[in-house]
């Protein structure tokens, strides 16, 4: 229950400290960024300022045109943020004095104090119930929460006789789920998109989709088209199957609305809307297409960016990632992480340098 308390501004710092540097946060650097900007809002007093326009702006830096009524982003990943948050209080911040909670149809956040028991009476009273146990009696034995690794096998049987998409993969039990996808969910798997078209089809959405579908192969970052299906590049894992819907407007301006999908679950992730005015020429076509396929398909992209979150992301993803990263960083931290990855992948001679990994050709061996 929320109580009427509320910690001091340091307590809350060093809480959102633990929260950001946990397990369950260590995946999700928009969930983190999420969650700190909410709470510094708060704590200067500008909690009630919290909208979903505002959060799109600053966190997820999109246009002053965004429509938060439309666009469910902000909505989207916050639903995301209050699953972590739970996960996180059922399993690293267990025993934390203060909890933080969004509650629904907010952004403000909230705190609740736990009543957890002093440490001193467990000691002195667990002597006084072991006598006065009567023979015979068992001793009770709370089950494990539902959200424990047991529990969760427990439901999940299945799995156990299910090959893992990976053997170096150190994934919760429901990403491993969303992951496996029969025998062929091995680990050189990449997302594919469909670019379709709903409504009226004229010339320019048309023409849009064709150079969308051609921007999106020059990234590299997808699975192949197929032979068949009409060329439609196929995932070997349902669970990184997305969609791009292209729909035309007339009114109350024309152009056409883009919306990015995730097959399996059929949310919007995001929504863009190009006016007529920006597909007069060629150019303005090549340009606005390929601006968008880079939102949406680079590593650092909208598919790329829902699959970490959602820990749905193959191996060969982490790795093209990871060697990104370090290609953007050259740390020493960088440069290990994309070593390791590449070595489980494929092992490498100490000679080779950092290769680049793609859709067309999964070991390509690039220079620095």
């Known amino acids: 229950m929320m109580t009427v ?18 397990k369950a946060f260590a995946r999700s650097e928009r969930l983190r960024a999420f969650l700190a900007y909410v709470v510094e809002k708060e704590m ?17 830096d999109r246009p002053q045109a965004f429509n938060a009524d439309s666009d469910p982003l902000v909505r989207v990943h916050a639903g995301k943020l209050r699953k972590l948050l739970k996960a996180y209080y059922e399993t690293d911040g267990a025993e934390d004095e203060w909890h933080l909670v969004i509650p629904k149809g907010t952004y403000v956040p ?35 929460p539902l959200s424990s690794p047991l529990a969760v ?32 969910s091995i680990e050189r798997v990449l997302p594919s998109v469909n670019v379709t078209i709903s409504g009226e089809q004229n010339s320019d959405v048309k023409a849009f989709a064709t150079a969308l579908r051609t921007a999106a192969q ?13 060329g439609r590049p196929v995932s070997r894992n349902a669970a990184l199957s997305f969609s791009v819907e292209l729909t035309w407007y007339d009114a109350p301006a024309s152009g056409v609305r883009i919306t ?28 606005e297409s390929m601006s968008l396929a880079s939102e949406l398909f680079s590593l650092d992209g909208e598919i790329y960016t829902h699959a970490s979150e959602e820990q749905i992301q193959s191996p060969l993803m ?10 953007k960083l050259l740390t020493r931290g960088s440069f290990e992480s994309a070593w390791s990855c590449q070595q489980k992948l494929a092992p490498l001679r100490g000679d080779e340098p950092l290769f680049i990994l793609s859709a067309n050709s999964p070991l390509r061996v690039i220079g620095h």
């Open 260 to 287: 990015l999908k995730h097959d399996g679950e059929g949310v919007p992730l995001r929504q863009d809307f190009i006016t007529s005015e920006r597909l007069k020429s060629e150019p303005d076509l090549l340009f």
């Open 318 to 327: 982490e790795c093209m990632t990871a060697t990104a990263q370090y290609r």
């Open 110 to 144: 909230e705190y609740s104090r736990q009543q957890i028991a002093c440490p001193a009476k467990p000691q002195t009273r667990q002597p006084t119930l072991t006598r006065k146990r009567l023979p015979g009696q068992k001793t009770a034995w709370p089950p494990a």
């Open 5 to 22: 308390e509320r910690p001091c501004d340091e307590t809350i710092r060093q809480n959102l400290r633990r929260i950001l540097e946990s």
């Open 153 to 184: 096998l427990s439901v999940l049987p299945l799995l156990l006789f299910a090959p893992l998409p990976s053997p170096e993969m150190t994934m919760d039990i429901d990403a491993q789920a969303k992951l496996f996808n029969g025998r062929h």
């Open 44 to 60: 200067i007093g500008e909690g009630p300022q919290l909208k979903g326009y505002s959060i799109a702006i600053d966190v997820f």
């Open 218 to 230: 020059r990234h590299r970052t997808l699975a192949r088209a197929t032979d068949g299906d009409a």
